[in-house]
Structure formats: structure tokens, C-alpha cells
């Protein structure tokens, strides 16, 4: 039974300094990406939600190629190309009219053109089209597919280009049968044994599992049946390590964690307890609670660690103060080694979807409020306060609560915060962000 994607995954793809961080600029709508006129300023993965007419897409901008000479550019290139084959649904392969079709772009175009996914073929810096058209015509040589001449500094073009790009992607209104298996993606570091998780979840050695960071070749999807109910674990694929190759490696981890977490009902963030939490583990943590997602915080190898009656305190501590914008989170201690604690794993799964999917009734919402309202005086601000007309529950995955006021000015963040707290009191919702629509309405409204 297909499951669609919560929302299709572009990825731009093409050699250093054709223009992909402009162009992404261009389409997320806002300055993101760092641009600059130097191959490999794009440091961090950037990713940004898109619309383009009624179909929502991600967008991630694949840069990070720091090259010193043309074979590092072409073998960093089939990386990149390789991840965005294994985790787009769409990949926009960017090409450079100035410098016509080179070798670089020849190959990467082999592999797009192999692997039946589609491909966007798109040339940039077309400033005068009508003049320049038979110049594009000479990417058709690469045997991708029409060239759409674009000019991303100018923003022109785009239109057309875009349009060809949703032409792949699902109907948004089309009716579906939905897939019951709850989805769950494994993410982390390289190492940190997300495979051997999986492995000993399912009972067989379906998923390779090295000592080398990173081994993992392919993005891998294993459904198991425990208990009755199914789950689909989405393992995050690593990269190969290679000793020539000085691209940076963690570019690659975020592009697959984006893909694989946008997919996924409930994000298992795996981290090593023998290295503790990193900064890196905060920014994979980042990707799942950005998109609303559910999160399991998996302390690994814990069987490694010489403890005490105070360890997992101090440990979980030092998660909370790192991962503080994750406070919902649930925090197990486990070892893919041993299989110590695992299987409590599918437990916090089912009781972290069952508070994703949970629903409240409204008037037993509103009493909620009202109460909290009486208990902390809402903010005001020159003589009028703010005043929670009406409250309901608009949807799950995550929980979403829309709250009418008579000024959304006066709801500031953190009593927005106050009233979250009071409704996970109430009602738990251990595991899953909430989420908060406020709008405006006046009483005879």
C-alpha cells in the first residue's frame, strides 16, 4: 500500500558557481543561502518549504563542494548527485549557459538520466533568451530532457521551470488509501548505530553495519510487523568516507535527514553515549521539530558508559539544556549491542503516535483555557487585554489548536508558551510538538 510523502523533495543539483544558491534564494522567497561568487561558499545544508500555485514542495540547496581541481569536482558531484537521486522526488540539475555542456555535467547527466528519477534540466544566466536560444539548445546534447532557460539573478523564467517541475509531483487533491504502519525515521550522526538499531528491531542483518562511519550506501526503508501493528523504519543513509574527497561530508547527512524525516510520523534521533550531545545532534534535531514532527531522543551504546545512580539524570539534563527548544521529547537509554531496552522502543512509538493522533473535544478545550486564563492574567498593553474568545483543535500530526483573540498583538510568545504548558498537564502529549494558530475575531464575529 503506497504511502505519499507529506511533501515532495526537490533537490538542486550542479556543478560550484552555476547559480544554485541564487536560485534557491529565488524560489524560498527570502535571502537564506549564502551567495557569493566563489565555487563552495554554500557551508551549511539549507533547506526551506516552498508553494508554487497549490502544490507545496521542500527545497534543498545542495552546495558544500569545496574542490581543488576538476576530478574533485566531478567525483564530489556523483555524491551529491547520488544522495539527491536516493532522497528527491524531483531533482533540478543546474547547468551554466556561459560555459556550455562541460565533462562534469555530461556524467552527472548519465547517472540523473539512469536512475528514472525526474530531472529538471535547467540553464542558467539566460539574460537575453530570444538571443541566446541556440545556445541553450546545445544542452539538449545531454540527453536529459528539454533545457528550461532561466536567469536566477533576474528571476526570470522561473515560472515555466517551475511549472514543469510540479508536473511530476502527486496530486495534492487526489484521495489516496492511506498505509496504517506508523513511519519512523532513524537519524544521527554517522556511527552513532542507527543500522544496528534497525537490525535488532527486526530480527535479521537486512542493513550492512560497519565500524567505518558512514557505511550505510542507500536510504532504506524496512517495514516490520511486531505486536499486531506496523512500522516502517526509515533509516538515514550515511555517506562512504573517502580520504580524497574534502567535501563536507555533514551536507550530505542533513540533505538525507530532511528527506527522510519529512516522510516520517515520529523522528528517533540516535545519539552516542559515549560522546555525549553534540551541536550536530541539535541541528538533525532541528530538521524534525521545524517540520512538526514527533521525536524519541535514543541514547545508544549506554552499556559503554561506567554509571552510577546519577547518570541518567546528568545525562538527560545535558539533553534538555542542549535540545531546549525539544522539551516534549522523550529520552530512552538503550544499546543496539546488547538489545537493552529496545524493544521498549516499539512502546514509546505507539504512545507518542497515539499523543500526535490524539484529539481534544472543544468545550473540554476552552475550559482548559479559561481556567489557565483565570489562574495567569492574559497580557495587556495600554489598557487593553488580550482575550481568548474561542478555542478548538483544527488537526494532529502534530496537534494543532487555533485560538480566536480579539488582538493577535497582545498573545505574546510566552504566554502562548504558558498555555501550552497547561494543556500538556492536562492532557500529556508527551513525544509530539503542539502547534498554535492564532487569529483575530471580534465577540459578533
Not at 192 to 206: A, D, F, T, Y
Request: with cysteine.
Amino acid at each position: 500500500m503506497a504511502r505519499r510523502k507529506n511533501k515532495p523533495v526537490v533537490a538542486v543539483v550542479g556543478r560550484p558557481n552555476v547559480g544554485k544558491s541564487t536560485l534557491f534564494n529565488a524560489l524560498a522567497g527570502r535571502k537564506i543561502a549564502i551567495t557569493e561568487d566563489t565555487p563552495g561558499v554554500t557551508r551549511d545544508r539549507i533547506y526551506a518549504d516552498c508553494t508554487w500555485l497549490n502544490h507545496e514542495f521542500t527545497l534543498i540547496d545542495t552546495g558544500g563542494i569545496e574542490p581543488d581541481s576538476s576530478d574533485l569536482i566531478l567525483s564530489q558531484m556523483r555524491e551529491q548527485a547520488q544522495i539527491a537521486i536516493d532522497t528527491a522526488d524531483v531533482i533540478l540539475f543546474m547547468v551554466d549557459l556561459k560555459t556550455g555542456p562541460v565533462d562534469a555535467d555530461t556524467k552527472v547527466a548519465d547517472m540523473l538520466r539512469r536512475s528514472h528519477k525526474p530531472v529538471i534540466l535547467v540553464v542558467n544566466k539566460v539574460d537575453a533568451p530570444v538571443k541566446q536560444m541556440a545556445d541553450v539548445y546545445e544542452f539538449y546534447n545531454l540527453g536529459i530532457g528539454d533545457p528550461w532557460p532561466i536567469s536566477s539573478v533576474n528571476k526570470t523564467g522561473l515560472g515555466d521551470m517551475l511549472d514543469a517541475m510540479a508536473a511530476h509531483f502527486p496530486d495534492p487533491r487526489a484521495g489516496e488509501e492511506e498505509d496504517d504502519a506508523v513511519y519512523v525515521a532513524i537519524v544521527g550522526k554517522p556511527n552513532v548505530g542507527k543500522s544496528s538499531i534497525i537490525n535488532r528491531l527486526i530480527g535479521e542483518n537486512r542493513v550492512i553495519v560497519s565500524d567505518i562511519a558512514g557505511t550505510t550506501r542507500d536510504a532504506v526503508d524496512t517495514r516490520v510487523r511486531h505486536d499486531g501493528k506496523d512500522y516502517v523504519f526509515i533509516d538515514t543513509a550515511g555517506l562512504r568516507r573517502k580520504n580524497k574527497i574534502k567535501g563536507d561530508l555533514e551536507h550530505y547527512m542533513i540533505l538525507r535527514t530532511v528527506g527522510a524525516v519529512e516522510r516520517a510520523d515520529i523522528t528517533v534521533l540516535v545519539i552516542d553515549a559515549a560522546e555525549g550531545i553534540t551541536e550536530q545532534d541539535a541541528k538533525i534535531a532541528g530538521i524534525a521539530h521545524d517540520r512538526g514532527k514527533a521525536v524519541i531522543v535514543a541514547v545508544n551504546k549506554w552499556d559503554l558508559v561506567d554509571k552510577d545512580n546519577h547518570s541518567v539524570k546528568q545525562f538527560t539534563d545535558k539533553i534538555r539544556n542542549v535540545l531546549s527548544f525539544l522539551n516534549y521529547a522523550e529520552i530512552m537509554f538503550i544499546s543496539a549491542e546488547t538489545g537493552q531496552r529496545l524493544v521498549k522502543l516499539y512502546d514509546v512509538i505507539d504512545m507518542v503516535s497515539a499523543n500526535q493522533n490524539m484529539r481534544i473535544q472543544t468545550g473540554v478545550l476552552n475550559e482548559i483555557i479559561n481556567e489557565a486564563c483565570v489562574l495567569q492574567q492574559p497580557p495587556s498593553d495600554k489598557g487593553k487585554m488580550l482575550r481568548i474568545l474561542y478555542s478548538t483543535q483544527a488537526g494532529v500530526k502534530p496537534p494543532t489548536f487555533v485560538l480566536f483573540v480579539n488582538d493577535k498583538e497582545l498573545m505574546h510568545f510566552s504566554y502562548q508558551r504558558y498555555l501550552e504548558n497547561r494543556i500538556r498537564e492536562a492532557f500529556g502529549f508527551r513525544g509530539t510538538p503542539l502547534k498554535f494558530i492564532i487569529r483575530e475575531r471580534d465577540r459578533k464575529q
